[in-house]
T-cell receptor, first 113, second 112 residues
Framework: DVKVTQSSRYLVKRTGEKVFLECVQDMDHENMFWYRQDPGLGLRLIYFSYDVKMKEKGDIPEGYSVSREKKERFSLILESASTNQTSMYLC????????????FGDGTRLSIL | KQEVTQIPAALSVPEGENLVLNCSFTDSAIYNLQWFRQDPGKGLTSLLLIQSSQREQTSGRLNASLDKSSGRSTLYIAASQPGDSATYLCAVEIWRDDKIIFGKGTRLHILP
């Protein structure tokens, strides 16, 4: 079974802080994704990565950056946290073949005060 | 631009009933369609994936169908149970792009 682990279930940070959300997968999947989920807006793609050191912007990349130094780890960075970044953040992986679903972590509920 | 719509947004049915959840998408050029389940405060769990060349997939009490030409998919749940209470999300994968577009989900409540 694919396991996608997000480092924190709950996180509280202050406005202006630099925040790191970590995601680790154990299935050697090529592709990794970061989403945020908000009531009424559904899941929105922030960034994704097809390979180590590669990244692509999703639909809402503003205020975020990512890092993928190793295949199994994909980090989401909030450069200067703001209250409108309070949300549920979900990491996902896939094998890139289109024949298997994306696998999700349990999510990090982030609150910016 | 691909859009995915799920109606209704919420649904309550008595235990034991069969039910159908609906999903529609605007662009028929999809690679696959996926159904997920999400429990409160948790991540998404994959239920079924239908490739664009397939018409349906089954897993236990769940059956998902796909009609690309009309831009529709349905998730059929037989003999519903209280444990089926969750939010069900439909998503389409754009052609080998691996980005998937999600609907906003149907929140299902099975009444004991």
């Amino acid at each position: 079974d694919v396991k996608v682990t997000q480092s924190s279930r709950y996180l509280v940070k202050r406005t202006g802080e630099k925040v790191f959300l970590e995601c680790v997968q154990d299935m050697d999947h090529e592709n990794m994704f970061w989403y945020r989920q908000d009531p009424g807006l559904g899941l929105r793609l922030i960034y994704f990565s097809y390979d180590v050191k590669m990244k692509e912007k999703g639909d809402i990349p503003e205020g975020y950056s990512v890092s993928r130094e190793k295949k199994e780890r994909f980090s989401l960075i909030l450069e200067s946290a703001s209250t409108n970044q309070t949300s549920m953040y979900l990491c996902a992986t896939s094998n890139g073949q289109g024949d298997q679903p994306q696998h999700f972590g349990d999510g990090t509920r982030l609150s910016i005060l | 631009k691909q859009e995915v719509t799920q109606i209704p947004a919420a649904l309550s049915v008595p235990e034991g009933e069969n039910l159908v959840l609906n999903c529609s998408f605007t662009d028929s050029a999809i690679y696959n369609l996926q159904w997920f389940r999400q429990d409160p405060g948790k991540g998404l769990t994959s239920l079924l994936l239908i490739q664009s060349s397939q018409r349906e997939q089954t897993s236990g009490r769940l059956n998902a169908s796909l009609d690309k030409s009309s831009g529709r998919s349905t998730l059929y749940i037989a003999a519903s149970q209280p444990g089926d209470s969750a939010t069900y999300l439909c998503a389409v994968e754009i052609w080998r792009d691996d980005k998937i577009i999600f609907g906003k989900g149907t929140r299902l409540h099975i009444l004991p």
